[in-house]
């Protein structure tokens, strides 16, 4: 993840995971690609606060979570982390019972594995979005249908490239297409083009993120309200801002935003929670390898 969303994706997929996990005892080790750049306050931070990824064949790692970043090459294999991506796409194949490819990470990995391009988007698609169950799968088993899923992307793999190459839907939107998929590559890999694991607010801190980025003259389009997100009253006042950020387009003029109201139905949390303590169990009592006593998971790459 970018410095800035570090934290905050460390303490959405840790919370999430210890409210799914039950019983099921959770080791979290945190890891960085040595070629993502930062600053150096959060280096600094990731030294200390980080297990070495060179580690990582020692640990007996059960589950590997890779998260997405904002990219920042015109194409990801131009992407200064993409041969340490690959690696540890590689590597998880044998060395993990199943891992979560999330956003990005997803796009990079199918395009790694089986050569499936990302295509972009007229309009960035940021929402809540009601998503339907279409497979049978341990992952979504109980899953309610549909399922409210936050998404925040600018690119899509689209269903037909997906499946004839092999990957299985397993939840998908009539309006933005697939939420997420598998395939078996020895290794369960599960993949999200969505964010599950979203808190309540990190829709809204990413859409005034691109209201300021658009007013201080780093993106050309403002930026479009998430849909399914916000309630009717807030919607209007957000529209009648952005008709005026247009013509008045200034930095200060995001000090004068309207407050704003999240709409009473999300409920994006008990489908997170589903999904992972589903992902959890699998790791737990996959067959294929001896019970063991303790979960080790890698929240972030």
């Not at 005892?25 to 040595?34: E, Q, Y």
């Not at 299985?168 to 939420?179: K, M």
């Not at 201080?216 to 997100?229: Q, T």
């Not at 999904?275 to 303790?294: G, I, K, M, S």
């Amino acid at each position: 993840m970018p410095d800035a969303a570090l934290q905050a994706t460390e303490r959405q997929f840790m919370r999430l995971l210890r409210q799914a996990a039950g019983d099921i005892r959770i080791d979290f080790h945190c890891f960085s690609l040595p070629s993502v750049r930062r600053a150096q306050p959060t280096q600094g931070r990731v030294d200390v606060q980080y297990t070495d990824i060179a580690e990582i064949d020692r640990l007996d790692i059960d589950g590997l979570i890779v998260t997405g970043a904002e990219p920042n090459a015109a194409t990801l294999p131009q992407e200064t982390f993409w041969r340490d991506l690959t690696d540890i796409i590689d590597w998880a194949k044998d060395h993990t019972r199943s891992a979560i490819w999330s956003c990005l990470a997803a796009h990079a990995a199918v395009l790694h594995l089986d050569g499936v391009e990302r295509k972009r988007i007229e309009t960035k698609c940021s929402g809540i979005y009601d998503c339907l169950k279409v497979s049978d799968h341990w992952l979504t088993a109980s899953l309610p249908s549909p399922a409210k899923v936050a998404h925040s992307r600018l690119n899509e793999l689209r269903t037909e490239d997906l499946t004839a190459n092999g990957y299985r839907p397993l939840t998908l939107s009539p309006q933005i297409g697939v939420d997420s998929f598998a395939k078996d590559f020895g290794s369960q890999f599960i993949f999200f083009q969505g964010h599950p694991e979203y808190e309540a607010l990190s829709l809204e801190r990413e859409y005034l993120r691109d209201i300021s980025r658009f007013l201080s003259g780093e993106r050309d389009v403002y930026p479009g309200i998430p849909v399914g997100y916000f309630d009717a009253e807030t919607e209007q006042k957000l529209a009648a801002f952005a008709a005026r950020a247009q013509t008045e387009r200034r930095p200060a003029l995001s000090t004068e935003l309207p407050d704003r109201t999240l709409r009473e139905d999300l409920a994006t949390g008990a489908v997170a929670t589903a999904l992972f303590r589903n992902w959890l169990e699998y790791l737990a009592n996959d067959a294929r390898f001896p019970r063991v006593t303790h979960e080790h998971l890698t929240p972030g790459a």
